[in-house]
């Protein structure tokens, strides 16, 4: 069976949160549409609230504590990605976007992202189109075409079936499924410097 890798980043700030909820929910469906194409999936999520410290440190003096640099490199290598963010002000919270501003600008380049985000209403829904989908553009990732948004009145008593949530969950986990599965592993890419000689030896041997 063919294995990928897959990273869930959660940006919620409360606890319990429903962002972390709705990333827990694309996840789920995520991983049963790969299992069903016969791809093993190997998961990190991530709540980012637990790393809000790390990453203020990080925009100060530019070096990452050991566990955010574990997750940056996690992203970094990962086949998939799934997001979410709370909406705050009718964009994505601080929090995440602070995180993606410690990302190498490459860091996501080619890389299957599934979007989600949360609010109290429908009406900051359209933050995942002027604000999320542009961001991931600049970051040249593979964005998945369904985007899923959760105010609170689709979780209903917390049941991801309310509503029509459980149906745009289903659709933006297959899409990014399809994307994972024909996204070649990093650990399968060649590398292309294997066999070269250092510098520093062709200098010794030559002296």
Do not use: C
Not at 5 to 17: E, F, H, M, R, W
Not at 69 to 97: C, M, N, Q, R
Not at 136 to 143: E, G, K, P, S
Request: charged letters at 20%; glycine letters at 8%.
């Amino acid at each position: 069976m063919n294995t990928r890798t897959l990273v869930a980043i959660s940006a919620g700030l409360s606890q319990p949160s429903s962002t972390r909820l709705l990333a827990d929910r694309l996840v789920a469906d995520t991983v049963t549409d790969l299992e069903r194409r016969g791809v093993a999936v190997e998961l990190r999520t991530v709540d980012l609230r637990d790393l809000a410290h790390d990453i203020t440190d990080n925009l100060l003096t530019g070096f990452p504590s050991p566990r955010l640099k574990e997750v940056v490199e996690a992203v970094e290598h990962a086949d998939g990605v799934i997001a979410v963010t709370p909406i705050f002000t009718a964009s994505y919270s601080g929090l995440f976007k602070s995180f993606v501003d410690i990302l190498d600008s490459k860091a996501l380049v080619g890389t299957p992202v599934l979007l989600g985000a949360t609010a109290g209403t429908a009406r900051h829904s359209l933050a995942l189109d002027h604000a999320l989908r542009p961001l991931f553009a600049y970051l040249r990732a593979v964005v998945a075409p369904t985007a899923v948004f959760a105010a609170s009145e689709d979780w209903g008593s917390g049941d991801a079936s309310t509503g029509e949530l459980a149906s745009r969950i289903t659709r933006g986990a297959g899409e990014l499924a399809a994307l994972v599965a024909a996204h070649e592993p990093t650990s399968a890419v060649p590398d292309l410097l294997a066999g070269l000689v250092p510098f520093e030896q062709q200098l010794a041997g030559g002296a």
